[in-house]
């Protein structure tokens, strides 16, 4: 596939198509685990589309989709305090739903690491706030694993849990266990969820043995990513 887009780059060098194919790079080296290849390749894409000019706000929105992302994993916490506060920020001014919803993930991760859980929830919950009455969408994963962070930070086991439980048949049936590390993640999420509830001996008889029984689950799967 990338073969194919770099044919295309060159049969058509403007620097639109060029940040495009840097982009695909970026993108297809998110979903191969290279974390240092997504931030590098989206970050320059993401220049790219600014050298575009103005109009490419959606292009430049999936570059952190994937660079910000690929930015947790390395342990750039510094570099995403200097660069979420203020796109989370422009997002929100313009009205722009896709790039707020993803940003408030990344702000919200920044609260949690300042020792503001109840922000950082807060924060999570109001960009998911236009979604409620969707079907399912990859926003409403990020926003709800926020969320759970947040509960599970605080000691709340039983909201963290009855948060993982309700939503995760809807989490599977929109593809959130197709990227590896996508399916990791959020298994270690129900797992983290299952422990604390165990441990807390808080909820019910019954959601005590369905934590038991999914952190079962997780285990095994887990095992053999």
């Known amino acids: 596939m990338l073969d194919d887009m770099a044919r295309m780059a060159e049969v058509d060098p403007s620097s639109y198509s060029r940040a495009w194919f840097t982009m695909s790079q970026g993108v297809v080296g998110w979903l191969q685990g290279d974390w240092s290849a997504a931030w590098t390749r989206c970050r320059e ?3 790219g589309y600014s050298d575009e000019g103005r109009g490419l706000v959606w292009e430049q929105a999936v570059c952190d989709v994937y660079s910000l992302s690929a930015a947790t994993y390395l342990g750039r916490v510094a570099d995403l305090a200097a660069l979420v506060p203020a796109r989370y920020r422009a997002a929100r001014e313009r009205g722009d739903l896709f ?8 702000e919200s991760f920044l609260l949690l690491a300042r020792d503001a859980p109840d922000e950082a929830a807060r924060c999570a919950d109001e960009s998911l706030r236009p979604f ?3 079907e399912f969408v ?6 709800s694993y926020a969320v759970t962070q947040a509960d599970l930070y605080r000691g709340d086991a039983a909201a963290a849990w009855t948060r993982v439980a309700r939503e ?17 993640e959020v298994r270690y999420l129900r797992g983290r969820a299952a422990v604390a509830l165990l441990r807390a001996g808080a909820g019910t008889d019954i959601e005590r043995a369905a934590a038991a029984r999914a952190l079962r689950e997780d285990q ?6």
């Open 168 to 184: 995760w048949d809807a989490w599977r049936r929109g593809g959130m266990t197709f990227a590896q590390c996508i399916r990791v």
């Open 132 to 134: 409620r009455d969707e």
């Open 45 to 47: 894409a993401a220049a």
């Open 220 to 225: 095994r799967a887990l095992a053999k990513d």
């Open 138 to 143: 990859a926003n409403q994963y990020g926003i």
């Open 99 to 106: 790039a707020t919803a993803n940003l408030a993930f990344y």
